[in-house]
């Protein structure tokens, strides 16, 4: 799989894990365990894809010969 390729797949994860944040969020109010594990997962995908990023980034950078 290409490096832009992932960086796509990562920046998708990305949105969706802070889009479901957001939905934990509000769900909080209505329903308070299901909104703290929507909160939970939509912070572990956030962080994973971040760090996803962060390393094609550093490998792209590398192999460009920075």
Known sequence: MSVSRKK???LGVLLAGYSAMI???FALTVQPLIG???VLG???LSICS???LVQSS???SVSRGK
Do not use: Q
Request: charged fraction near 15%.
């Open 8 to 10: 796509a797949i990562s």
């Open 23 to 25: 939905a934990g969020l």
């Open 36 to 38: 703290v594990l929507m």
């Open 42 to 44: 939509g912070m572990a």
């Open 50 to 52: 971040a760090v996803e």
């Open 58 to 60: 550093d490998l792209d």
